[in-house]
């Protein structure tokens, strides 16, 4: 059975749907599964067809703190996956700012997660790097359990000199710090497989760009939204693709379509 997932950092769920943007990349490329990132808003402030959408279950896991964060989960009821297993947050984490979503599958667990920035304060970067460590912690014991692993998101970090176009200006800059960029080392040295670079080694393609100085349109950008899964579902893989056109946020969807 093939599926289609897509993963956007819409920053704004009620923008994008308001310009129609939302629509438009619905229609467009029809996904099984939608993750949503800083979707910045509470269930009591969006639309119906936000959340009584004829086509989709919808999911939503909002911050405390209201305009912020929030991530969402849309399921396509004809994919026959009812009644779903939807959880909010993550094992053994406080999760106040509605970071992960996660849909369970009989073996298969698939995460939407908008990974946090680290940038406002000390404390920031430190959470950032727990975050970071606890997630690794949990999906390595989930597969050790026998799970199948897929997750996807705003990871808020760029790999490798690679994944953004000014890797030497922003050697010190959140983002593309060491320690950041040693996360990501030590996933792939666990066996998960970062899709886009697995399949497309020297391809250069970003997934975020700075609006407030025009970097979209000169594609100055970063690539810090990911799909990740373990090893062997790699070859399950049957595509994966950056809609680069897609507009209506600062990011641009990711879709994948996996046989699973």
């Known amino acids: 059975m093939n599926i289609k997932i897509l993963s956007w950092n819409v920053n704004g769920i009620r923008a994008v749907e308001k310009k129609g943007d939302l629509q438009e990349l619905l229609r467009k ?13 509470t269930a009591e402030q969006l639309s119906e067809y936000l ?11 909002s911050a405390e703190k209201k305009g912020y964060s929030g991530t969402g989960l849309w399921i396509k009821k004809s994919l026959g ?10 094992e053994g984490w406080v999760d106040t700012e509605g970071r992960v979503l996660s849909l369970t599958h009989k073996k298969y667990i698939f995460y939407g997660i908008y990974f946090p920035n ?24 989930q597969r050790e359990a026998g799970y199948k692993i897929i997750f996807t998101g705003d990871l808020n970090v760029a790999h ?20 950041e960029r040693a996360w990501v080392d030590d996933l792939i040295k666990d066996d998960w497989v970062d899709v886009y ?26 690539r810090i939204d990911y799909f990740f899964l373990d090893k062997p579902l790699f070859k399950k893989v049957i595509s994966i693709d ?13 879709v994948m379509e996996l046989d699973v």
């Open 29 to 41: 490329t029809s996904p099984d599964i939608a993750f949503f990132q800083e979707t910045k808003a």
């Open 118 to 141: 680290g940038g406002k304060s000390p404390e920031a970067w430190e959470g950032k790097l727990d975050f970071y460590r606890h997630f690794l912690e949990l999906i390595n014991r």
């Open 197 to 222: 670079r697995r399949s497309y080694p020297e391809s250069v393609s970003y997934t975020w760009w700075n609006l407030q100085t025009r970097s979209r349109e000169r594609n100055i950008g970063w």
């Open 81 to 90: 996956w009812a009644p779903h297993t939807v959880e909010t947050g993550m």
């Open 242 to 254: 950056h809609q680069e056109g897609q507009m209506g946020s600062d990011h641009c969807p990711v």
């Open 51 to 61: 959340t009584q959408n004829q086509e989709y279950d919808q999911y939503y896991h």
């Open 160 to 179: 490798r000199e690679i994944d953004l176009a000014r890797p030497k200006e922003n050697e010190k800059n959140i983002g593309f710090l060491p320690e």
